[in-house]
């Protein structure tokens, strides 16, 4: 349990690093926040408090802030952030998760940017990338999740100043990488376990601190908005069908759970899977949850081999002229051979219907 009153800027730094892991306001774990231990002097009192603390603190500490929990603010120390990152990232670094398709072009362009140029104030990234109304837009939308993904943290707050060289008003959030604002500190350390012994680490960490809190809610707040409780994003799948061996077609009339040739060990449960079924086809026909992964199966005919299935509920029907490999095209996927990533970009596109 928290047993703290902030009243001065060094007990917060000193809480940070004794609790490692420190959300801002009250949630659903209680007495997991900032808010519910600070004196209401410092808090929204008429003197200096914990709002204008978070860039010094930032910079004393040497610490992490961003929107990593439920999409709201938390300070997590240097101890604790190379997991914290490693388990949000699942253990890719940027350049592996564009790579693997797991990062839009637009996230990468803004990503590039701000690691070129951090530190940086968010306005300054802003005119760098043209992100205005008559520009490129999402800029909120990118940085949050670059943000929740751990690849873009807040490195201080930067004050305008009166005449006197007072600081007033709202302090201007400047952003950096971990790579650059942590070194070494962070490098080291970021890929050193595996995704889900970091995430192992972590809740065991908070159900120590909250022994009496029920384990499900520490694991819903640290999931919430990022995906299933395996303690990673939903990862989105495009994976291929061929009619002249199933007709997958007749069984998604007939049933809306079937179940399907696994294929890649990386898939999982609460997964999105986008079907690709071929000729007469050519085009995605339907959008599925992972029901059940790793059935043990043994099979093999003339042309398919399997050793397990995964078992998929289909969730959306398109019409064969709207996905279709031309389309499919303009996200560079030229073939559909075997499970791969979704192109972010086209997950997206999809789920915001701007596709003909």
Not at 173 to 191: L, N, R
Request: charged content about 30%; overall charge neutral.
């Amino acid at each position: 349990m928290i047993d703290l009153t902030i009243r001065t800027r060094e007990d917060l730094e000193q809480a940070i690093q004794k609790y490692g892991i420190l959300p801002y306001f009250r949630n659903s774990v209680p007495g997991f926040s900032i808010e519910e231990h600070v004196a209401p002097e410092v808090w929204f009192g008429g003197e200096e408090g914990v709002w204008e603390w978070k860039g010094p603190v930032i910079q004393n500490a040497g610490c992490a802030y961003g929107k990593y929990l439920a999409g709201r603010a938390v300070f997590i120390s240097r101890e604790w952030f190379p997991d914290f990152a490693n388990w949000r990232r699942d253990g890719y670094d940027f350049d592996a998760r564009f790579d693997d398709e797991l990062a839009s072009f637009r996230d990468k362009t803004l990503f590039d940017l701000l690691d070129a140029k951090a530190p940086i104030l968010s306005g300054d990234l802003k005119k760098a990338g043209n992100y205005s109304k008559t520009g490129n837009t999402g800029f909120d939308t990118i940085l949050n999740r670059l943000q929740s993904q751990c690849y873009v943290l807040t490195s201080d707050f930067v004050y305008k100043r009166d005449k006197q060289g007072k600081p007033y008003g709202w302090g201007v959030a400047q952003y950096s990488t971990p790579e650059k604002f942590m070194g070494g500190d962070f490098t080291a350390k970021v890929y050193k376990r595996k995704p889900e012994a970091s995430y192992q680490r972590i809740l065991e960490h908070i159900q120590n601190m909250f022994p009496e809190c029920p384990r499900k809610t520490i694991e819903r707040l640290l999931n919430q908005g990022v995906g299933q409780e395996r303690g990673g994003e939903i990862k989105h799948w495009l994976i291929p069908s061929n009619p002249k061996y199933y007709d997958v077609v007749t069984a998604f009339r007939e049933n809306e759970i079937i179940d399907w040739k696994q294929g890649n060990d990386n898939i999982r449960e609460g997964d999105i899977v986008f079907l690709y079924v071929g000729v007469p086809y050519s085009a995605i026909l339907y959008r599925c949850e992972v029901l059940e992964t790793d059935i043990p199966y043994v099979g093999r005919s003339e042309h398919v081999t399997l050793k397990k299935l995964m078992k998929i509920r289909r969730l959306d029907v398109y019409p064969p002229d709207k996905l279709t490999l031309k389309e499919l095209n303009k996200y560079d996927v030229v073939t559909v051979r075997g499970p791969r990533s979704a192109p972010i970009q086209l997950v997206e596109d999809i789920a915001a219907d701007r596709l003909k």
